[in-house]
């Protein structure tokens, strides 16, 4: 049964937005400027030249001469854009958008910078101003993928379904070999709850994408679970663990379903398999070792509650002492007496 509350997909997708600051530099001819018979360096080729050693500040002051003293609009607009990029690696994000913006003042059609100022009002959370600026690339420009999956991304975010998968098709018809434009599109479904159109999102992808990761395969574990079809989700959770089998979340999520189901051995299987995939982890024998502890197969147990133990666990400690209590209690004082020496 799916859980009442559940408004959304379980899976939280980390998208952070890598911004992909270009310089722009002028045309050969433009970059240089002749000054008495001499020619000087330009000095955006100048700014581009400290960027690039990271002296963000020393770039920026060279970027505000052209921007403020420059009668040629493209170059104003490359300034500022530029200038624009030195503020977001300094993390100033509102000065950035003043730049990006004087930068579309100076050239409308500077697709670039609309793009990356969508971008960091993205990253901000203004989702409105986001929105207008990649629908101004699409007017400039008739398609464009990042624009396309951005407006899906924004949509999702103002909980536009419709919107969303609309501008996310479109992305996919562009590049279809992007896994997260998948995990948007089933994301969006998830979120009215149609999980199996979601599902239905993430089989095809994964027969059309030709380098599957595994986050597609954990993703549509979840939904599965999501939709109370447990033995497609431990189906998919193996695939997932098998690209990726240092993600120990995804088989204790197997081993949940195992043992939601009275299955303890399979249960014990999964995490047996988990370890001996190169996990070494406290909780990974813990859980052995309570698993075996209901069973009351105390000598197991206790092998697995030293094992955790070993691995730093203070939880590991304290069931080698319920072991010996067990024991204690039982009239089993000389066992007792032996696991107690193992505390020591």
Same mark, same amino acid.
């Given at each position: 049964m799916r859980p009442a509350s559940t408004t959304h997909s379980p899976f939280s997708r980390i998208r952070p937005l890598a911004l992909s600051l270009l310089l722009f530099i002028l045309p050969a001819a433009a970059a240089v400027e002749k000054t008495k018979g001499e020619q000087k360096p330009n000095p955006i080729a100048q700014g581009n030249a400290l960027y690039e050693k990271g002296d963000y500040a020393g770039a920026a002051d060279l970027y505000r001469q052209v921007a403020l003293t420059s009668t040629r609009p493209l170059q104003r607009a490359f300034a500022?854009?530029?200038?624009?990029?030195?503020?977001?690696?300094?993390?100033s994000y509102n000065k950035a958008i003043v730049a990006y913006q004087r930068s579309v003042e100076s050239s409308p059609g500077f697709s670039r910078a609309w793009s990356v100022l969508g971008d960091v009002y993205y990253q901000l959370h203004a989702i409105g101003e986001a929105? %207008?600026?990649?629908?101004?690339?699409?007017?400039?420009?008739?398609?464009?993928?990042? %624009?396309?999956?951005?407006?899906?991304?924004?949509?999702?975010?103002?909980?536009?379904?419709?919107?969303?998968?609309?501008?996310?098709? %479109?992305?996919?018809?562009?590049?279809?070999?992007?896994?997260?434009?998948?995990?948007?599109?089933?994301?969006?479904?998830a979120r009215i709850r149609d999980y199996e159109g979601a599902e239905k999102v993430m089989e095809q992808a994964l027969l059309r994408l030709s380098r599957p990761p595994a986050d597609a395969f954990f993703y549509l574990g979840q939904l599965y679970e999501l939709d109370g079809k447990n033995r497609k989700a431990v189906r998919a959770y193996e695939e997932g663990v098998s690209y990726a089998?240092?993600?120990?979340?995804?088989?204790?999520?197997?081993?949940?379903?195992?043992?939601?189901?009275? &299955? &303890?051995?399979? %249960?014990?299987?999964?995490?047996?398999?988990?370890?001996a995939s190169g996990l070494k982890d406290a909780e990974m024998h813990l859980r052995r070792a309570l698993i075996f502890f209901d069973q009351r197969r105390y000598d197991k147990a206790l092998d697995e509650f030293a094992?955790?133990? &070993?691995?730093?666990?203070?939880?590991?400690?304290?069931?080698?002492?319920?072991?010996?209590?067990?024991?204690?209690?039982?009239?089993?004082?000389e066992k007792a007496q032996a696991v107690r020496a193992m505390l020591r």
């Open positions: 500022w854009f530029n200038l624009g990029n030195c503020h977001v690696q300094t993390q929105t %207008a600026c990649y629908r101004r690339v699409l007017e400039n420009e008739g398609e464009d993928f990042h %624009a396309r999956q951005m407006l899906g991304e924004c949509a999702l975010q103002g909980g536009d379904v419709t919107e969303a998968l609309k501008n996310l098709d %479109a992305a996919i018809k562009i590049e279809p070999e992007l896994p997260d434009l998948y995990l948007a599109q089933s994301e969006a479904l089998p240092k993600r120990k979340e995804y088989w204790f999520r197997i081993a949940n379903i195992h043992q939601r189901e009275g &299955d &303890d051995f399979l %249960a014990l299987l999964t995490l047996e398999q988990a370890i094992l955790a133990r &070993d691995l730093g666990s203070p939880q590991g400690r304290r069931g080698i002492e319920n072991i010996a209590a067990v024991y204690a209690n039982s009239g089993d004082g």
